[in-house]
């Protein structure tokens, strides 16, 4: 699907295979229906713990929240993920890559051609309590940035977060996001209002010190 812009047009992505990523802490599966009972009981742990983000509360909103992560996954915008405590196999919470754009490069560019993504997202991020601050949430992220930069070859992978949420923007500041500026009214907010995002983006030139840092806070080798 080719949609355009007034910066030029992007080539959308047309669909996009599951695959699981696998750290010493975490687990990263195709989000599926065999993890709506998880869901549930992740966000059931506390349900007062993400005032900025939409997390599905019993198993109608997580099953919706599962149906509208594999819609996206099938037109190839979003790869969603439920996250797996390695140690016992729980269910702690869900990510994706989202936004995920192919864009049209010219007749011999040597990007032309590629399946491979370009440019995304990471968000829908969020955790049971028990997994918060814990070896698993920066895993995690290392391995999503991995797959992107080393498998994918993108270019940049970008993060939004709710500009009030000071905890977010803490922690993508810590992993080395550098910040873009607040997007005005840019999404509907968990509060069901128009949201200011503050925009935080790492590129492929960052990420070899990225890296480096990430892998000393998850304690990977």
């Avoid at 009972?37 to 993400?50: E, I, Q």
């Avoid at 925009?199 to 892998?215: L, N």
Wanted: charged fraction near 20%; hydrophobic fraction near 45%.
């Amino acid at each position: 699907m080719l949609r355009c812009s007034g910066v030029g047009c992007i080539l959308s992505a047309v669909s996009i295979d599951g695959f699981v990523l696998t750290g010493r802490h975490v687990r990263l599966e195709p989000l599926d229906v065999r993890h709506v009972d998880g869901l549930v009981a992740a966000a059931a742990a506390d349900p007062t713990l993400y005032q900025w983000s939409p997390v599905p509360q019993g198993a109608r909103e997580a099953t919706a929240y599962v149906e509208t992560a594999r819609a996206q996954q099938q037109v190839g915008t979003a790869m969603p993920f439920a996250l797996i405590r390695v140690d016992d196999g729980v269910v702690i919470g869900s990510t994706r890559f989202f936004d995920i754009e192919r864009w049209a490069w010219p007749e011999g560019h040597p990007r032309r051609g590629r399946h491979a993504v370009d440019v995304c997202e990471i968000g829908y991020t969020w955790y049971t309590r028990s997994a918060i601050r814990t070896a698993a949430n920066t895993e995690a992220k290392l391995l999503m940035l991995t797959h992107a930069f080393e498998t994918w070859g993108a270019l940049r992978v970008c993060f939004h977060t709710d500009v009030r949420n000071s905890r977010s923007r803490a922690a993508l500041e810590r992993i080395g996001g550098r910040f873009e500026g607040i997007l005005r009214a840019h999404r509907m907010a968990a509060d069901y209002i128009a949201r200011d995002s503050a925009r935080y983006t790492i590129v492929a030139a960052e990420w070899p010190h990225v890296k480096t840092q990430f892998t000393a806070m998850s304690g990977a080798t």
